[in-house]
Each structure stands twice: as structure tokens, then as C-alpha cells.
């Protein structure tokens, strides 16, 4: 079981808790690696604890940025057939590996499966809260592989060091016939609680799609998409475009800020940089 942190001092040690609760069918063994990803906060110290009262629990330290490099650190230690990962924020049900190791034993042909996690609901959540939790239920990205599944080691690719988002390309990558969403698993996760972590997530995860789709790797799924990535990605408009802007200016003026401060806080950190416009 992988778990890249990057500054979940909050929530890793229930999720490494809930974890070491799996119940787990016979023979089969589990260890918990988690890779502490370039932590300010005092992550890495709660993982060590933990490791020193539980040896199924092992602590990778890197300084290199990214979480990219965190899943490749954890692929590479790993001892098992099959891997899981988990995202530090995740609450899975106490038999959730159990039933994502039979749908691999019963489907050779799979590379993976995963399940569709559902809002954390806590006391008091707030209007953010409930906005996430709707996007999360709706949104295109319920249908990609993410926070909390299962591969089969042989199969995981390596992933790039550049890519912006590492769910939507391993979704592209693996291609839709060779994993699968599974029902009736309960799989909670932290929804963002501020509207600026929210923003964040929904414009990482556009930059990400708009940067697999100028690799030749996805296509945009819809006009409204394939719209904002011209004018907020590429800085391009055809004419039919240019009617509906005065129409979609709002949308198209926050997703060209947001897709600017999405790729200043990721992805140039990285050495990625777009294409030339022109080619694109």
C-alpha cells in the first residue's frame, strides 16, 4: 500500500490507522510505504512514530518535488504483486482491499481497478464543502483512476516527472479497457474546505487534461473545455469562437487566471513549459 503525503500532518495518521484495520483475506500481507513529499509540517514524524509501534508501516523521505516522484519511489520498494495506492486524505472501509484483490483475481485480463470515493461528511461542513462534494460526484474525474486503487506492479508505468496531474495521464495511459470503477465499496475523502484549495484542485486538474490533449495523449471532452484551452492554454480563437466570447467572457477571463496560476504553481516548477503557440 503506497501513500504519497505532502504536508498531511491533519489527516495521515487516521488514514494510516484505517489502513492497518483492513481486513485482509488469508495469506495475504500487508505493508504500508509512505512517501513523505518535500513536508514542511511534522508528516513525516507522525509516519515515524507510527513504523516504530507497527512494523508493517515504512517511511520514504525525498526531497525531490513532485508526486510523480513520490509513486515512482514507492513502486520501487515495494515487494508486492499488487499495489495499492491510497491518497493521505482517504478513509477507506475496513474490507475495501479485500474486495478491489477480487475483482483482480477474477479479471486477469485488468490491469487495475479502482473505486469512485465519495465526500467526507463531518459535522458543520461548510458551503465550500458541499460545492466540492458535488464536483467530485458530477465532474468528468469521477471517471479516472485515483485516490484509492489497486494495479498490478508489472503494469504501472513510470511516471513522468512533468506530468500535472498523475491520475488523469495513468487513466489515459492504462486506456479505459484495462481498469475499472467498482460499486459498493466505501471510499471517503476530505473535501477541499476553502474556495482557493478548491479552485486549486479543479484548475490542476484542467491544466493536467489540457496537457495530456497537447501531448496527443486525451482529447477535450466537450465544447466548453475545448473553448477555455484555446483561450486560457493556447491564446487562440476561431471566428465562431470569437462570436460567443462576449457570451462566455466571465468563464473564459477565470479560466485563463486560472490556468496561468495553475501552471506557475506546478507545472513550471518541474521544467515543463507548453508548446510554441504556433504549433500548437
Not at 484495520?21 to 512514530?49: F, H, K, W
Not at 508489472?154 to 492504462?174: C, G, K, Q
Amino acid at each position: 500500500m503506497g501513500v504519497p503525503a505532502r504536508n498531511e500532518q491533519p489527516v495521515i495518521g487516521q488514514t494510516l490507522n484505517d489502513l492497518l484495520d483492513q481486513r485482509l483475506p488469508s495469506g495475504v500481507e500487508l505493508e504500508v510505504i509512505v512517501c513523505a513529499n518535500c513536508c514542511t509540517d511534522q508528516t513525516a514524524q507522525v509516519v515515524a512514530s507510527l513504523a516504530k509501534v507497527d512494523s508493517r508501516v515504512r517511511l520514504l523521505e525525498t526531497a525531490i518535488p513532485g508526486k510523480s516522484n513520490a509513486l515512482n519511489l514507492i513502486k520501487l520498494e515495494a515487494t508486492g504483486a499488487e499495489l495499492f495506492f491510497c491518497d493521505a486524505d482517504v478513509r477507506p472501509e475496513p474490507s475495501a482491499v479485500t474486495k478491489l484483490l477480487q475483482v483482480l483475481d477474477a479479471r486477469p485480463d485488468l490491469a487495475a481497478v479502482g473505486v469512485k470515493t465519495l465526500p467526507l461528511e463531518r459535522p458543520n461542513r461548510n458551503w465550500v464543502e458541499a460545492v466540492a462534494g458535488t464536483w467530485r460526484k458530477t465532474h468528468d474525474a469521477r471517471n479516472l483512476i485515483g485516490a484509492f486503487f489497486a494495479i498490478r506492479k508489472a503494469r504501472l508505468p513510470e511516471f513522468p516527472l512533468d506530468v500535472i496531474n498523475e491520475d488523469t495521464w495513468l487513466s489515459y495511459t492504462l486506456g479505459r479497457d484495462n481498469y475499472v470503477l467498482i460499486p459498493g465499496v466505501e471510499v471517503r475523502q476530505t473535501m477541499a474546505r476553502t474556495l482557493g484549495t478548491f479552485l486549486g484542485q479543479v484548475t490542476r486538474w484542467d491544466a493536467g487534461r489540457m496537457q495530456l490533449y497537447q501531448w496527443g495523449v486525451a482529447e477535450l471532452p466537450n465544447p466548453l473545455m475545448r473553448f477555455r484551452a484555446r483561450f486560457a492554454y493556447f491564446g487562440e480563437l476561431s471566428w465562431r469562437e470569437r462570436l460567443v466570447l462576449p457570451l462566455l467572457l466571465p468563464i473564459a477571463l477565470w479560466a485563463r487566471l486560472a490556468s496561468a496560476q495553475a501552471h506557475r504553481s506546478h507545472a513550471f516548477e518541474h521544467g515543463w513549459e507548453p508548446k510554441n503557440r504556433s504549433a500548437a
